[in-house]
């Protein structure tokens, strides 16, 4: 004979290890002994912990404080507090934050006088740092950890013991299969702890039957999630405390130190200490920039790298390394990273006797994706005009890498195929002795006055290298040198970024077994029947519904059935007219 076919009923896991049963009326109906049997025969399917109080918190103290604290590390809180915390970094990324751009913050306040005051009681300006986004933090935290370690101290618990025995009905559960056999029920015991142990299951004898359970990865995944849920709010904590972030320009042939008197730009975390800056210096020796000719990508860049001599603390030796776009210098904690490039021009201004006051690069900054760049060219002190009188020089400056004639106000290529330099001079009062900051990039002409030609008409002049503009008056002149590349450096320290890299991956990977990992236990029972013959029961059971539970069970099935197969059913036998026995009281 062969045997019956593996089954898959409609009942969970869940439903099968219920504690009580409810009728149709819905009348507690008292719990039978084979439903108990089966309910030890599911339990600790998972770590998941049993609400001792889900009807309500006892009286007193302690059994509020229980209750608040069964509710917080519950997964549901847990769940809403992640979301809180989604939800609260929303304005951080679309309001202007204090610790990133003053400037920007208070533009907004300027803008917005009605609105910044409510901004600034909700904490909106440093959203990250706030009382409010601190505390969600916290209860998450908190709520993770308490979710953890119970949950963790049963798993051990879980992997010391043993699978529990079989039920007495194993007909009830959702995967059931059963045959009849000539072998011994030793031989059929032995052979199935050999097979499910093949399987990679924990299998033991437990009286008349073989118990296994499998798919422990299951809660190491649900744990290793919670694990690097914790790591990456302790990583992004870390990191947002003690992070630094600051930007600084370098012109080819400069160098650069890493202190934050060298910085053009700079940010911190809240415990950041100018001491945990890692000690570096670099010098950018040769910036390389090449560009598609043709086609519809022209322009687009193919090379974008910069060449550095480094040394690490106050006595390293020269180092030599390239970085690139997304291919860092790392140094240490930190790490040094190529974000913009440009020209900077190399001038010479002189005065009307001859004498040079000025003679540097200036960096010009980019408009446009052919790098039309604009600036100022600065002469704060030493400048004296035809008239022997002290002033300050200024030049507003157009630099176009590719010029083609036609086409004044724009360059056409990113390359320096054909540089031309744009001055317009100006001569007075830069302002820079009024106390007010003022951009290097920009010309505040309130008390700058402009140099015109014999046509009333204000200077303004196109330059080729080499070439000079002479200004009126002998009031002296400027000469365009030649150009050199300026590239700008972000240099980031960032502490826990390592481990905030770890727990993301581990969160994936322990995401990915709580979800695809099936937890399931199997039974082999095999007993002699009342004529001799060997009756062999299978079945199986998953914490939760499952297609692979009945489809693994009959694959074992298969397999045992192989090495004990199938006997010959009992011929049917006529048997006598069951005598009528009359209830008592009845008449005979």
């Given at each position: 004979m062969s045997k019956t076919t593996t089954t898959g009923k409609t009942t969970t896991a869940d439903e099968s290890t219920t504690a009580d049963e409810t009728s149709t009326t819905g009348e507690a109906t008292p719990v039978a002994a084979d439903d108990?049997?089966?309910?030890?025969?599911?339990?600790?399917?998972?770590?998941?912990?049993?609400?001792?109080?889900a009807s309500g918190p006892g009286l007193g103290l302690v059994g509020w404080a229980r209750w608040f604290w069964r509710q917080l590390t519950s997964m549901r809180v847990a769940l809403l507090l992640l979301l809180l915390l989604a939800l609260g970094a929303i304005p951080g990324s679309l309001i202007p934050q204090s610790g990133t751009d003053q400037t920007k913050v208070a533009d907004f306040r300027q803008a917005h006088q009605t609105l910044a005051p409510i901004y600034d009681r909700l904490g909106l300006f440093h959203v990250y740092s706030s009382v409010w986004f601190s505390a969600v933090y916290i209860l998450l935290f908190v709520s993770l950890i308490g979710c953890i370690v119970p949950r963790t101290w049963q798993f051990v618990g879980q992997l010391r013991g043993r699978p529990p025995g079989a039920p007495k009905r194993l007909t009830r559960l959702p995967a059931y299969t059963t045959w009849r056999t000539e072998a011994e029920p030793e031989q059929v015991r032995e052979a199935a702890l050999t097979l499910l142990k093949k399987r990679r299951f924990r299998a033991h004898l437990a009286g008349d039957a073989v118990a296994a359970e499998k798919g422990y990865l299951r809660e190491v995944g649900n744990l290793a999630f919670h694990i690097a849920l914790i790591v990456l709010l302790v990583a992004f904590a870390w990191g947002q405390l003690y992070k630094s972030e600051g930007n600084k320009l370098v012109v080819e042939g400069d160098g650069f130190s890493n202190t934050l008197t060298q910085y053009d730009d700079f940010k911190s975390g809240t415990l950041f200490s100018p001491d945990d800056l890692t000690p570096f210096s670099f010098s950018l020796d040769k910036f390389t920039g090449t560009y598609e000719t043709s086609g519809p990508n022209k322009g687009t860049p193919r090379t974008y790298q910069a060449a550095l001599t480094y040394s690490v603390g106050a006595y390293g030796k020269d180092k030599k390394d390239v970085v690139k776009v997304n291919h860092p210098l790392e140094i240490g904690d930190s790490k040094v990273y190529l974000t913009a490039h440009g020209y900077a021009p190399v001038v010479t201004v002189r005065d009307g006797r001859g004498k040079v006051v000025y003679s540097d690069a200036v960096p010009l900054l980019p408009l446009d994706s052919n790098v039309t760049s604009s600036g100022v060219v600065k002469v704060y002190d030493g400048y004296r005009n035809a008239k022997g009188v002290g002033e300050?020089?200024?030049?507003?400056?157009?630099?176009?890498?590719?010029?083609?004639?036609?086409?004044?106000?724009?360059?056409?290529?990113?390359?320096?195929?054909?540089?031309?330099?744009?001055?317009?001079?100006?001569?007075g009062d830069l302002g820079v002795n009024?106390?007010?900051?003022?951009?290097?990039?920009?010309?505040?002409?309130?008390?700058?006055?402009?140099?015109?030609?014999?046509?009333g008409a204000q200077v303004r002049e196109n330059l080729k290298p080499g070439e000079t503009l002479t200004l009126p008056d002998g009031a002296g002149s400027i000469t365009y040198e030649g150009t050199k590349q300026w590239a700008n450096f972000q240099v980031t320290q960032q502490p826990g970024s390592?481990?905030?890299?770890?727990?993301?991956?581990?969160?994936?990977?322990?995401?990915?077994?709580?979800?695809?990992?099936?937890?399931?236990?199997?039974w082999v029972r095999a007993v002699k029947d009342a004529d001799g013959v060997t009756v062999v029961e299978m079945a199986g059971l998953g914490r939760s519904e499952s297609a692979k539970v009945p489809e693994e069970l009959g694959d074992l099935a298969g397999t045992l059935y192989d090495q004990a197969p199938g006997a010959p059913e009992p011929a049917p036998t006529d048997s006598p007219e069951p005598e009528v026995v009359p209830a008592e009281g009845s008449e005979k």
């Open positions: 108990q049997d089966l309910g030890a025969a599911g339990s600790q399917l998972s770590t998941a912990p049993v609400d001792s109080l300050q020089l200024a030049f507003q400056a157009s630099f176009l890498p590719s010029y083609v004639k036609g086409m004044e106000t724009a360059s056409s290529f990113p390359a320096l195929l054909n540089p031309v330099l744009n001055l317009a001079p100006y001569h009024s106390g007010i900051p003022q951009s290097v990039y920009q010309l505040d002409k309130t008390h700058m006055k402009e140099f015109k030609d014999a046509k390592g481990w905030a890299l770890g727990g993301a991956l581990a969160a994936i990977f322990g995401l990915a077994a709580s979800l695809f990992i099936q937890r399931r236990r199997v």
